[in-house]
């Protein structure tokens, strides 16, 4: 056999380990966070706890979807359940729909948000304005801030208030199952999502036994359940009232001050639609992964390019080892660097394939998408990249009809 071709084999090899290796470590943890981490199903066998709470959604041009989310808010089983819907702005058809859905459900109030200050993101203020612009929301012993693009199922109220009570927490958070219907929703949403509980794997967002604060406190905007007394102790949403994720903060305010926050999966309890377009994908993510890294320039790029070697690279690598070392074996001989260079792609390959299997399971990603994450993750890795870049040249980040100014760290 040729010397390069040996030479080929051998760096085959050593990739194709590097990537099952990495891939084998990535499983273990996947599987500890999956059996470490109930889902709030798991809510669905406790009965239902006393207290009232109130739902509070801000919702900036949500015509299309706010209507399916107050039609999954009228089936909820909740006994003292008000929602308060704070209109953001709208310059869409999103109050008529909102009120053609609600159809005079007296459980129902619309509050209108005119402006927003400076020095508070958008968002922020609409949540913020609605809790005390109602008196049903200043009264509840339980608040949810929720996505207008959710959507609940019958008995998601129930069932995560009982949670909450029953894991002792301050703040119960939820990682939303995402619809796959889109190209990008089937191909890049699952790597972007790993990506962040990569960041904040799910067992160390939730405390252990009677420790008083996860070790890492996190927070998903799409489904964030309050005891209402904790909420107001830390400051509510004016304690971030600049803050463009505001989620993420409001967690980590929370466990400074030593108070119980947790994060569980969905499993189908709540389910959301984050971005319709692909434009709107990458500019959504791109401002999730810089404010998850608190704007800090050097992680992100850090990041990017673990996300194109580990996802994608180092998996292709073991694709060829196998294949190379095959036809090299079958055509030449089996000595060392082929039998090497196909033992170690057979184990990049197996490891990527088991631990994305985890991945598009828990996400509820379509397993026969699964081969298009070595592209997801390249993808995830430009916005990665693009999120630094954008940092470094001072670009602002557009959202919810505003632009802000953030500065790198």
Known sequence: MPLWLDILLIALAVAAGACGAYWTVGSVRVLGNLRAVPTARAGLRLPVPGGSVCVVVPAHNEAGKIGK???????????????????????????????????????????????CPEGWAGKVNAVWTGVRASA???????????????????????????????????????????????????????????????????????????????PRPFANGQFMLFDAAAYRAAGGHESVRDELLED????????????????LLAAGIVRCRMYDTWEQFRRGWKRIYTEASKRRVARLRKAAWVKRVFGALLPCAAGDAVLIGTLAGTLGEWNEPAVASV???????????????????????????????????????DILAEAADDLDRGVKTSWGGREYAREAR
């Open 69 to 115: 989310l107050v039609r999954s808010l009228r089936e909820q089983d909740h006994p003292a359940m008000r929602v308060v819907l704070a209109l953001d702005r709208c310059t869409d058809a999103t109050e008529p729909e909102a009120l053609e859905a609600i159809a005079g459900d007296p459980r129902f109030e619309i509050v209108r948000v005119t402006a």
């Open 136 to 214: 049903a929301a200043r009264d509840a012993d339980l608040l949810l801030f929720t996505d207008a693009d959710c959507v609940f199922h019958p008995r998601a109220l129930s069932a995560t208030a009982a949670l909450l009570r029953e894991r002792r927490l301050a703040l119960l958070s939820l990682l939303s199952t995402l619809f796959h219907d889109a190209w990008f929703e089937k191909l890049v949403q699952p790597a972007a999502g790993f990506e962040l509980t990569r960041q904040y794997p799910p067992r160390r967002c939730n405390p252990r036994g009677d420790d008083p604060a996860a």
């Open 248 to 263: 993420i903060a409001i967690a980590r305010l929370m466990g400074e001050r030593g108070m119980r926050t947790g994060c």
């Open 343 to 381: 033992a170690c792609g057979l184990w990049g390959l197996s490891a990527s394939l088991w631990a994305w299997g985890m991945v598009y399971r828990s996400s509820g990603a379509p397993l026969w998408a699964m081969p298009g994450f070595v592209a997801g993750c390249w993808l995830t890795g």
